[in-house]
């Protein structure tokens, strides 16, 4: 009785040995991810990104819109004429506010690079002036954006359009859409 106990013991703990080794640890799941945490994970799903997005504050594609551009943004935003350390804060727009910018950019005769949302935690402004890194973009390109605001698509002033870059003038978070006119 003894021996089969042993026996019976020393299988118990080599199959339980067995399935750990096989399941991958919480973490181990997360870095396979590209997250060093749950929380960042969590915080990410919460504005659809995936990792490389979330970390690197950008939006690379988006569900409805056909060979989106990749739009991120750094940080220096002026704030009401003030030169400031925020960071606006990029998150991926659902579908149907997708297919809403997509018909924007047909009324405007141009095509839809990316929407966004865009965030300022924590300011208080009037105006934002940003600088957006939109990935091979032309220097000589005409670009049009819109912003959703209050149920609306209205017009953005574009300060300027340079290579890879577009600097906005926003007076609300929301929704931007960025337009290439031909």
Known sequence: MKKFIAVLSASVLLCATTVSAASPSAQAVLASAGFTNASDA???????????????????????????????????????????????????????????AVNQATALGGTLLNVLSVKFPGANYNVATINFYLKGLAGNAKVAVKQYVNGAWIDVEVVEVREDHVVLNLTNSGAVAFVALP
């Open 42 to 100: 969590q915080a990410a799903a919460d504005r659809g990104m995936s990792a490389g997005e979330y970390y690197n504050n950008a939006v690379v594609s988006t569900p409805g819109v056909e060979n989106a551009m990749p739009v991120g943004q750094g940080g220096k935003i002026i704030i009401n004429g003030v030169a400031t350390n925020l960071t606006a804060t990029l998150s991926k727009v659902n579908k149907n506010t997708a297919y809403d």
